[in-house]
T-cell receptor, first 111, second 117 residues
Framework: DQQVKQNSPSLSVQEGRISILNCDYT??????FLWYKKYPAEGPTFLIS?????DKNEDGRFTVFLNKSAKHLSLHIVPSQPGDSAVYFC??????????FGPGTRLSVLP | DADVTQTPRNRITKTGKRIMLECSQT?????MYWYRQDPGLGLQLIYY???????NKGEISDGYSVSRQAQAKFSLSLESAIPNQTALYFC????????????????FGQGTRLTVV
């Protein structure tokens, strides 16, 4: 049973528009959530995180929203740029717990 | 120099052979992880270690073993490689975390592409 789900394997967005990547989780013990970005032939790199006690965290063009009651989080990228094209992984973590990753969503930002 | 270094970066090996993937880190983190990535499955945890004396199985540990030689080194071994272990393997490190911690993150190496023929 997947603890972290990303139901959209891929997403295409026009440059300059908003990209919204979604993630659902089942483990109520997660203390925080993270988004990672992965380019081909590279390791995942950390993008942004959010604590379970918050509902929003913003860093430049990237904003993560957390809806604990729905066990849902989303990553918004505004405006989207071609360099944002990558695979995005959502992950849950916590003190004493491992990071659990979703299967990833491949974002393509079209010029 | 990379904070998390994996060697080798690529390896082709034959079925039944023993192979070791090595990971070293300069972050000073206590926690280290081995993941494998398969298309459509994301990153699956193989083994993790919260400190030198603490090693634990992850979701898919069968067929793998690990050794935490020092705080900075965590090796993954395939005792008898089989073709379905063909995958991209990532080592990662992190410090501790907890409620209210927004900046705890895992740092990944660049990956080892392993092919078992």
């Amino acid at each position: 049973d997947q603890q972290v789900k990303q139901n959209s394997p891929s997403l295409s967005v026009q440059e300059g528009r908003i990209s919204i990547l979604n993630c659902d989780y089942t483990n109520s013990m997660f203390d925080y959530f993270l988004w990672y970005k992965k380019y081909p032939a590279e390791g995942p790199t950390f993008l942004i995180s959010i604590s379970s006690i918050k509902d929003k965290n913003e860093d430049g063009r990237f904003t993560v929203f957390l809806n604990k009651s729905a066990k849902h989080l989303s990553l918004h990228i505004v405006p989207s740029q071609p360099g944002d094209s990558a695979v995005y992984f959502c992950a849950g973590g916590g003190d004493g717990q491992n990071f659990v990753f979703g299967p990833g969503t491949r974002l393509s930002v079209l010029p | 120099d990379a904070d998390v270094t994996q060697t080798p970066r690529n390896r082709i090996t034959k079925t039944g052979k023993r192979i070791m993937l090595e990971c070293s880190q300069t972050k000073g983190h206590d926690r280290m992880y081995w993941y494998r990535q398969d298309p459509g499955l994301g990153l699956q945890l193989i083994y993790y270690s919260f400190d030198v004396k603490d090693i634990n199985k992850g979701e898919i540990s069968d067929g793998y073993s690990v050794s935490r030689q020092a705080q900075a080194k965590f090796s993954l071994s395939l005792e008898s490689a089989i073709p379905n272990q063909t995958a991209l393997y990532f080592c990662a490190t992190s410090d501790g975390g907890g409620i209210g911690t927004e900046n705890t993150e895992a740092f990944f190496g660049q990956g080892t592409r392993l092919t078992v023929v």
